[in-house]
């Protein structure tokens, strides 16, 4: 260390094990609570509890609709709660963490390794996709194997009022809009008392990529994003999209957004479905540099 002193390197060496001091505290503490709210739940002895657990001991539907009461008092009670929040909530922070640190430990092998002690144009552009959750940059995953990512909230809107309805899967996100005039599925920056219409910057992304299955097949809606100035009167850039009945990637340059300020983008993904049924799944959104 003595020889790298006042270099780049010896910074990110720090950077780093900084950075794992504070995993290890936060790792700490977020499994303390969840032992803690974990305990909680088991204590309370809801029967039926074991399908919750392994849904595949349910027999048919019949058997699903008689356990519906027993299924919900437990899903809803404060200490399942609790549960969902700690590792929804919390857990996100966490794997950004780790990430960072992979990103940092990369490149402090890379440079040891091509004897390099100050930061070159390749380091400065690995150490660009360090992320920080404060920042104005907007986070590029969106959904993980059927997973929302919980730095955004979902929501929906139809012609008639009637709910597109969602459901997390196994490794997937199923998704079941009304045969309508028109509805619509989206992911969006989660509002405060604040800012109304929250927005983040995605102007250094390239593209916006997407796994999809349609239910049967040959199933057509438009991909839209929206900034925090876009009125909600269907005015934005949308690109067709037909599904096949196997999982297809789709990956759509964010130039063809034309009408969208990438540098303040309130709605991140939204699904347009115009009449018929549309039905389909999701299991990965996320934009690329």
Do not use: C
């Amino acid at each position: 260390m003595s020889k790298l002193k006042g270099k780049d390197l010896e910074n990110l060496i720090y950077r780093y094990y900084n950075l794992v001091q504070e995993i290890s505290t936060k790792e700490k503490d977020f499994n303390e609570i969840l032992r803690n709210t974990f305990s909680d739940f088991s204590r309370q002895g809801f029967e039926k509890l074991i399908y919750i657990n392994y849904p595949d001991y349910i027999g048919d539907e019949k058997e699903l609709a008689e356990l519906q009461p027993y299924l919900r008092e437990i899903l809803f009670h404060p200490s399942a709660l609790s549960l969902y929040n700690q590792t929804s909530n919390k857990a996100p922070e966490l794997i950004i963490k780790y990430d960072n640190l992979n990103i940092l430990g990369t490149e402090i092998v890379r440079m040891i390794e091509n004897n390099i002690k100050t930061l070159d144009s390749t380091a400065l552009n690995n150490l660009e996709n360090i992320f920080n959750p404060k920042s104005t940059k907007g986070y590029p995953i969106i959904v993980s194997n059927g997973a929302r990512i919980s730095f955004f909230d979902a929501g929906y809107a139809s012609f008639n009022g009637e709910s597109v309805n969602g459901f997390s899967g196994i490794n997937q996100m199923d998704f079941y809009p009304p045969d309508t005039e028109w509805s619509v599925a989206y992911f969006r920056h989660p509002s405060n008392a604040m800012i109304e219409r929250p927005s983040k910057d995605y102007s250094s992304y390239k593209s916006l990529k997407l796994e999809l299955k349609g239910a049967k097949g040959g199933e057509t809606f438009f991909i839209a994003l929206k900034d925090s100035n876009d009125p909600d009167d269907g005015s934005e850039s949308r690109i067709p999209i037909t599904l096949s009945n196997k999982w297809k990637t789709y990956e759509i340059s964010l130039s063809e957004f034309k009408t969208t300020n990438l540098k303040e983008l309130f709605i991140v993904t939204s699904f347009v479905f115009l009449k018929g049924e549309q039905n389909f799944s999701v299991r990965n959104i996320e934009f690329i540099k």
